[in-house]
C-alpha cells in the first residue's frame, strides 16, 4: 500500500506561483510512476503532468505546457508541481497519483491517489 500526502495549495492572485508537494510512503519510491491531476466541482479529474520512475521522461497536458513543471526528489520521496503564471482556470483541487508502471497520462491507470490540495487563483 502506497500513501500520498500532497501540501502546498493556496490562493494566489493571476500571474503568481505556487508549488505543490507530494510526499509517498509504504513502498520504494523508485518503482513508482508519479501524477498531478487536478478536479473543479461538476468536472471530471483531469491529467495535469506525469513523470517517469526515474525522472527523465515527462508529459503535460498543454493547458499547463511551458507554465508548469513536474520533478521529483527520489532521495525524499517526494514529487512536487512548479506552478508559474497561474490563471484563474488553474483553479482546482490537485491530486497527486501514483502507479507501479510506467507514467500514464489516464487517470484510471493510478492505483493510489491522495487527498488532494485546493489550489485557488484570483483574477
Known amino acids: 500500500q502506497v500513501q500520498l500526502v500532497e501540501s502546498g495549495g493556496g490562493l494566489v492572485q493571476a500571474g503568481g506561483s505556487l508549488k505543490l508537494s507530494c510526499v509517498a510512503s509504504g513502498r520504494a519510491f523508485s518503482t513508482l510512476a508519479m501524477g498531478w491531476f487536478r478536479q473543479c466541482p461538476g468536472k471530471e479529474r483531469e491529467f495535469v503532468a506525469t513523470i517517469s520512475r526515474p525522472g527523465f521522461v515527462t508529459k503535460y497536458a498543454d493547458s499547463v505546457k511551458g507554465r508548469f513543471t513536474i520533478s521529483r526528489d527520489n532521495a525524499k520521496n517526494t514529487v512536487y508541481l512548479q506552478m508559474n503564471s497561474l490563471k484563474p482556470e488553474d483553479t482546482a483541487v490537485y491530486y497527486c497519483?501514483?502507479?507501479?508502471?510506467?507514467?500514464?497520462?489516464?487517470?484510471?491507470?493510478?492505483?493510489?491517489w491522495g487527498q488532494g490540495t485546493q489550489v485557488t487563483v484570483s483574477s
Open positions: 497519483a501514483a502507479r507501479e508502471s510506467a507514467s500514464s497520462t489516464n487517470a484510471a491507470d493510478y492505483t493510489y
